[in-house]
């Protein structure tokens, strides 16, 4: 690859921000919280003892601010890898190219990226209401096979695919972990766990309106392979930071327990206790 980019390959907005982010480099902090949902996003600044930026383009809302004397910054990406392969690719970008001159940087900058979310669990012995932290991941949507660098293995990726029974799967499948060396911030975490990301809602998470899932017991299989929790993003989060040198960590709220049939009787307050247990913990 040549070091100077093509304007199609890294595309600016007129005022030079990145072009779905709507971001410039000093818009951001370096320990970044990415949540889902934009509406999270004042749900989580207001905790900060200043905002100075404040902007949005599409589903994506950034604010960055400072907390007890450290910047920060709290983004949201929608849901789904698609998004996260936007969201990485634009903030590493941000940090690691100069938007200028469209070249790379000769000094690499490693973003620490949180994701905080909502999760389901396929555990029957997880209670809802409690935090639970992903080590292991296991992608099902297939983003990591369009990049061409991309290799990671370990006993629990070769666990999973040497008992899992859905041929029809195992192509798409790709896995991650944490960063370990941030991995500190949640040491007392109620759960640690290994987490399936899903391409869908539906089918995908074992959910059967009029159309049928592959198979009336895929979550407890999942369960039998190690997997505790499922969500939509932090396989392409953990994946994509190990490629482009960022570290990462995923804590999410169980909000359901699928294999009870429980879900959460206050996610709003759960989402809140979410929000302090993690900025309590990374901005000391």
């Given at each position: ?183 500190h911030y949640y040491k007392d ?70 294999r009870r049939g429980e879900f ?21």
């Amino acid at each position: 690859m040549l070091n100077k980019l093509a304007d199609s390959e890294l595309v600016l907005n007129d005022d030079g921000s990145v072009y779905h982010l709507n971001l410039l480099p000093e818009d951001i902090a370096n320990k970044i919280i990415l949540v889902g949902d934009p509406d999270r996003v004042p749900k989580v600044s207001k905790y900060f003892d200043k905002v100075e930026i404040k902007k949005n383009k599409r589903e994506f809302y950034t604010h960055t601010g400072t907390l007890r004397g450290e910047r920060i910054t709290v983004m949201s990406t929608g849901i789904g890898t698609e998004n996260i392969d936007i969201v990485m690719n634009e903030l590493d970008a941000l940090v690691n190219i100069d938007l200028k001159n469209k070249e790379f940087k000769t000094e690499h900058t490693s973003l620490e990226l949180f994701r905080m979310g909502t999760c389901g669990s396929v555990n029957p012995d997880i209670q809802v209401d409690n935090m639970l932290v992903t080590q292991n991941v296991v992608g099902l949507d297939g983003l990591m096979h369009f990049y061409q660098d991309y290799k990671f293995e370990n006993e629990f990726s070769k666990h999973f695919l040497a008992n899992s029974p859905y041929e029809k799967i195992k192509p798409m499948l790709y896995f991650s972990d944490w960063a370990e060396d941030i991995s500190h911030y949640y040491k007392d975490a109620t759960y640690l766990g290994n987490t399936a990301t899903f391409p869908g809602f539906y089918a995908p998470q074992g959910r059967q309106l009029r159309l049928k899932a592959i198979d009336d017991k895929f979550l407890e299989t999942l369960n039998d392979l190690g997997v505790t929790n499922f969500e939509m993003e932090t396989s392409a989060i953990y994946a994509l930071s190990k490629l482009l040198g960022h570290k990462a960590i995923t804590v999410n709220n169980v909000i359901a327990n699928r294999r009870r049939g429980e879900f959460s009787a206050d996610h709003h307050a759960s989402e809140k206790n979410l929000i302090n247990w993690v900025l309590e913990r990374i901005i000391q």
